[in-house]
């Protein structure tokens, strides 16, 4: 037997649009907040690739140096295998995030080197402050190591 008041009400059940539709838009905020966080961490750990192969760049022509009274002050050399007279560095660089290169940091002197890292590809996204890193035979870097790029 029904009681009065049960009479005029139903249960209601499930979720109604609205409801649905307020889900639906936070959690679309959410993920745009989340995507673009995650892209720019993404640009930011990738800048390694650079950091890494030019810090090895930098290994290699010392001891190619002490080896020859020289630098490598040339790309194809670069590029060739170690054991035969180059760094075995590649360009691009493993990742395929950055292009190499390597030349005189003083135009036609061997005995000084300028090591470049350009972004390519989807690293182009990365703040222009951040897209070209340089080493050289002094240890000088660029962008200066106050600008947050090379950590």
């Not at 390597?102 to 000084?112: Q, W």
């Not at 300028?114 to 690293?123: C, E």
Request: net charge neutral.
């Amino acid at each position: 037997m029904q009681t009065e008041t049960t009479i005029g009400l139903k249960r209601q059940r499930g979720v109604t649009l609205l409801e649905l539709m307020i889900v639906v838009a936070v959690v679309g905020i959410l993920s745009a907040i989340a995507t673009a966080s995650y892209r720019s961490y993404l640009i930011r750990t990738n800048r390694s690739d650079a950091t890494s192969q030019l810090l090895r760049i930098q290994v290699g022509e010392e001891k190619y140096f002490l080896q020859n009274g020289a630098y490598v002050t040339d790309s194809a050399t670069m590029a060739t295998a170690s054991n035969a007279g180059g760094l075995g560095v590649s360009t691009p660089t493993l990742a395929g995030y950055y292009a190499l290169s390597v030349a005189p940091r003083l135009a036609g002197n061997t005995s000084t080197y300028l090591a470049t890292a350009t972004a390519i590809g989807s690293q182009l996204a990365d703040s222009a402050t951040c897209r070209t890193f340089t080493i050289d035979d002094q240890g000088g870097r660029t962008p200066a190591d106050s600008t947050g790029c090379w950590h």
